[in-house]
């Protein structure tokens, strides 16, 4: 075998399962699909927070005479240096990962990886060359992404998903967004910091519907008093895309039109070509299940962050990543799975929460 550990997928499960591995002595390699850090560098969290702070900035500068101090005339921006920041602080950790791999002498491999049934792992480069990978071990960690509306296609100039969202160059004056978790809200509060119009529409009961019914509500007013159009308790009906956008019908006949729908409906695992014929993993709703060792169902594949299911966290992905190799190379080491995780939601206010909500527990 030439690996210890093959690591498919770069993202905070992956690098960070590598990295481990490497300090354990053992020898490691990581197959990435685009580049080091993953969605979560790359097309994710970091970015999205990247965007997110400049919005706080904005909107500081709004506030400026409550804490004693004056600007002479307004604030300007330029929608394209926000977007390029975000962009450049992306860059700069992938290639933070980058160095880490070739510091901690880990292979680094950008291709898209397919498991075969005899456990080799064959990479298809960019160019169309492939070249064949043999390990003792397999660390699946190829993540979640996007969930798209059935029927509606993804352009990312009307119809956007989070990722398409983080490229665009110039500012909508008016954005849909479908779907109120964490995603839809931290997007919500960007664009509306810089002055589009936001419609928020949420099938669920409340915005940020895994947290507790009384900080989802308060945030409701919050986004509200700042000018999103917020629709609780509301399905789409009819999605259409036109020349000059787009136009949702809402249940109950009302009508919504802007120039770009950004899709939030939630994630999905990503598993595309993950597997070649003859070789069948048992899911869970399209995630790949694992034991309490993070190991599938076929012996010697393991699997860890997104790719397990919920929650969708590169802090939860990473933990996991370090107790399944930890679990692998270190004698006696019994692995741990997270039950209980914090999670945020980065827009202003900010959201945090550990544990049961008051309606999980009169639930239980």
């Given at each position: 075998?030439?690996?210890?550990?093959?690591?498919?997928?770069?993202?905070?499960?992956g690098y960070?399962g590598?990295?481990?591995?490497a300090?354990?002595?053992?020898?490691v390699?990581?197959?990435?699909?685009e580049r080091?850090?993953?969605?979560?560098?790359?097309?994710?969290?970091?970015?999205?927070?990247?965007?997110?702070?400049?919005?706080?900035?904005?909107?500081?500068?709004?506030?400026?005479?409550?804490?004693?101090l004056t600007?002479?005339?307004?604030?300007?921006?330029?929608f394209?240096?926000?977007?390029?920041?975000s962009r450049?602080?992306s860059?700069?950790?992938?290639?933070?990962?980058?160095?880490?791999?070739?510091?901690?002498?880990?292979?680094?491999?950008?291709?898209?990886?397919?498991?075969?049934?005899?456990?080799k792992v064959?990479?298809?480069g960019?160019?169309?060359?492939?070249?064949?990978?043999?390990g003792?071990?397999i660390?699946v960690?190829?993540?979640?992404?996007a969930?798209?509306?059935?029927?509606?296609?993804?352009?990312?100039?009307?119809?956007?998903t989070?990722?398409?969202a983080l490229?665009?160059?110039?500012?909508?004056?008016?954005?849909?967004?479908?779907?109120a978790?964490?995603?839809?809200?931290?997007?919500s509060y960007?664009f509306?910091?810089?002055?589009?119009?936001?419609t928020l529409?949420?099938m669920?009961?409340?915005?940020?519907p895994i947290e507790d019914?009384?900080?989802?509500?308060?945030?409701?007013?919050?986004?509200?008093?700042?000018?999103?159009?917020?629709?609780?308790d509301?399905?789409?009906?009819?999605t259409?895309?036109?020349?000059?956008?787009?136009?949702?019908?809402l249940?109950?006949?009302?009508?919504?039109?802007?120039?770009?729908?950004?899709?939030a409906?939630?994630?999905?695992a990503?598993?595309?070509?993950?597997?070649?014929?003859?070789?069948?993993?048992e899911?869970?709703?399209?995630?790949?299940k694992?034991?309490?060792?993070?190991?599938t169902?076929?012996?010697g594949?393991?699997?860890?962050?997104?790719?397990?299911?919920?929650?969708?966290?590169?802090h939860?992905a990473?933990?996991e990543?370090?107790e399944a190799?930890?679990?692998?190379?270190?004698?006696?080491k019994?692995p741990h799975k997270?039950?209980?995780?914090?999670?945020c939601?980065?827009c202003?206010?900010?959201?945090?929460s550990?544990?049961?909500?008051?309606?999980?527990?009169k639930?239980?």
């Amino acid at each position: 075998m030439d690996y210890d550990l093959i690591v498919i997928g770069g993202g905070p499960a992956g690098y960070v399962g590598a990295i481990r591995a490497a300090q354990l002595g053992k020898k490691v390699v990581c197959v990435e699909m685009e580049r080091a850090g993953g969605t979560c560098l790359n097309w994710g969290c970091i970015p999205t927070k990247a965007l997110l702070k400049s919005a706080e900035v904005k909107v500081m500068t709004t506030h400026l005479e409550s804490y004693g101090l004056t600007l002479d005339g307004s604030v300007g921006f330029d929608f394209a240096k926000v977007m390029s920041r975000s962009r450049g602080v992306s860059d700069q950790m992938a290639k933070g990962v980058e160095y880490l791999f070739k510091s901690k002498k880990i292979d680094y491999v950008v291709g898209k990886a397919q498991i075969q049934a005899d456990k080799k792992v064959v990479v298809t480069g960019t160019d169309g060359k492939t070249q064949t990978l043999t390990g003792k071990a397999i660390l699946v960690c190829t993540g979640a992404k996007a969930r798209k509306l059935p029927g509606v296609e993804v352009d990312g100039v009307k119809v956007m998903t989070s990722r398409e969202a983080l490229a665009i160059k110039s500012l909508p004056k008016s954005v849909a967004v479908l779907g109120a978790g964490a995603i839809g809200a931290e997007f919500s509060y960007f664009f509306n910091a810089f002055g589009a119009k936001v419609t928020l529409i949420e099938m669920l009961p409340e915005i940020l519907p895994i947290e507790d019914t009384e900080i989802s509500q308060f945030l409701k007013r919050t986004f509200t008093k700042s000018g999103i159009d917020v629709h609780t308790d509301t399905k789409v009906e009819k999605t259409e895309v036109h020349a000059k956008g787009v136009k949702l019908t809402l249940a109950g006949g009302k009508t919504v039109e802007a120039d770009a729908l950004l899709v939030a409906i939630g994630l999905e695992a990503n598993t595309d070509g993950l597997l070649a014929p003859g070789l069948k993993l048992e899911t869970d709703r399209g995630y790949l299940k694992t034991n309490e060792r993070y190991e599938t169902s076929a012996k010697g594949i393991y699997a860890a962050g997104d790719i397990i299911g919920p929650p969708w966290l590169a802090h939860v992905a990473s933990h996991e990543a370090i107790e399944a190799v930890e679990g692998l190379f270190v004698p006696g080491k019994q692995p741990h799975k997270v039950t209980v995780f914090p999670g945020c939601t980065y827009c202003q206010p900010q959201v945090a929460s550990i544990g049961l909500t008051e309606r999980a527990a009169k639930e239980k």
